[in-house]
């Protein structure tokens, strides 16, 4: 077989290539990535009330208020739409800490199940934030919540 014929070959198999490679790049691009945000926004205005009196003793500044942070999902092509509330953000030796407050009609169960559901959402979204304080105004107490990696899985095995 002539050579030529060979280079013409492997050059149109390059060219092939070459333009899936650019074409999926330019897809991998543009295709949306996870929502995590960097830096958690900062409401200056502050609504007084126990929950900073709380935070303050314990030595932590309140930054920030009370904020609402829009979600969008797409469901099949679909638009739907949410949001979660922040009540403060609070800092700390350098560190920021998202602050949800205590519910009466709502109690926190402090299981694992009720954590996830109820937390988790703040620390996958602002992953740079040192954990979540969860103060409970009736008992005058603060909780840090914090993700950690699960090393113990055969316990939930069977």
Known sequence: MDTRYDTIIIAVIGVILGI???????????????????????????????????????????VGGKMKIPLAFKVNGHTVYSRL???????????TYMVKT?????????????????LMPYLLLYPGCAGVLYVDTDERSIRLITLVED???EEYEG
Do not use: C, H, Q
């Not at 897809?27 to 949306?32: C, D, G, N």
């Not at 929502?35 to 500044?61: F, M, Q, R, S």
């Open 151 to 153: 090393l113990e899985e």
């Open 20 to 62: 899936w490679a650019l074409y999926s790049l330019r897809a991998w691009l543009k295709e949306p990535g996870p929502l995590v945000l960097k830096t958690i926004p900062i409401n200056e205005d502050l609504d007084e009330g126990p929950a900073i009196d709380i935070l303050e003793e314990a030595g932590y500044e309140v």
């Open 102 to 118: 205590s519910r009466r009609k709502k109690p926190m169960e402090w299981s694992g199940p009720d954590l996830r559901d109820r």
């Open 85 to 95: 509330f922040i009540d403060y953000v609070a800092v700390r030796n350098g560190s």
